[in-house]
């Protein structure tokens, strides 16, 4: 299952979607996440499946990789279909038994729910697919360095959000290696139910977090040792620029944002 997890990963190839400017994706990767919440019917929906896979295809990302991100979410998934399924009100009743009652109003709703999450999850692990570490960062501290006027720490934000996405593979990594490890020793994390489960992984937990602050004491060190003082003085070894394709790009989304409210109006 760590294996699954793609947040944070990065898949380096040569696409249109890489070569894109990173304040050009991250400003798409809101929008998509805002029609996300507008579309409410299976044809808005259809609107941001094809535009996903579109994208996907552009990217050169294995469509496989992207919905094998959604595999550690089925729990969440199921938990959420049967929450609003059973305890959504409506009008127009399926099945009514006992204190069992499914409408076709709570249906819809605990699709559409799933659905969202299905999307906002791989529109973020595609953003991070197609978006090295360090252009992210650039990305973010130049979308938030308006708000330095009123000593907003933009730079130490952007900064800390990099380092957190780029240290999830690596603690996944070592998860992996310590569960490895266990195993030979005769740990069982596969046999018994939920919560036996659970208690099997409480002893992943100390090594794991002694490992995570190792290797933040590491990152520190290297940090002070190359004389690292924030943003102040900064310079970048690639200078970001808004191209002819980053404003393509853009206007499709905006045509994207048209299309969902105009269904949402019309349907």
């Known amino acids: 299952m760590l294996n699954n997890i793609t947040l944070g990963q990065y898949y380096p190839v040569d696409s249109r979607i890489h070569r894109l400017d990173p304040r050009t994706k991250l400003i798409c990767a809101i929008v998509f996440i805002v029609d996300v919440f507008l579309a409410d019917s299976f044809i808005g929906y259809a609107i941001l499946l094809a535009f996903l896979y579109a994208v996907t295809r552009l990217s050169n990302v294995p469509f496989k990789m992207l919905l094998r991100s959604l595999k550690p979410l089925r729990m969440i998934l199921i938990l959420t279909f049967l929450l609003n399924l059973f305890f959504t009100q409506g009008e127009t009743v399926w099945i009514e038994w006992w204190i069992i009652r499914i409408t076709k109003e709570a249906f819809l709703q605990a699709l559409f729910y799933s659905l969202r999450l299905v999307f906002l999850v791989a529109g973020t692990s595609l953003l991070t697919l197609t978006t090295s570490p360090v252009a992210l960062a650039d990305g973010i501290e130049i979308l938030l360095s308006p708000l330095k006027i009123i000593h907003f720490p933009a730079h130490e934000l952007a900064m800390m959000m990099t380092i957190a996405l780029r240290f999830i593979p690596t603690l996944l990594e070592e998860t992996d290696k310590i569960m490895k490890a266990q195993m030979a020793r005769g740990a069982d994390f596969e046999s018994g139910n939920l919560?036996?489960?659970?208690?099997?992984?409480?002893?992943l937990l100390v090594p794991l977090f002694v490992s995570a602050f190792r290797r933040a004491g590491d990152?520190?060190?290297?940090?002070?040792?190359?004389c690292y003082h924030g943003g102040e003085g900064r310079t970048r070894l690639r200078v970001l620029k808004i191209t002819r394709a980053d404003r393509i790009a853009?206007?499709?989304?905006?045509?994207?944002t048209v299309c969902v409210v105009l269904e949402g109006m019309l349907f």
């Open 250 to 256: 853009m206007l499709i989304l905006a045509l994207l």
């Open 219 to 226: 990152l520190a060190m290297a940090m002070e040792s190359r």
């Open 195 to 203: 919560i036996t489960r659970a208690k099997a992984m409480v002893p």
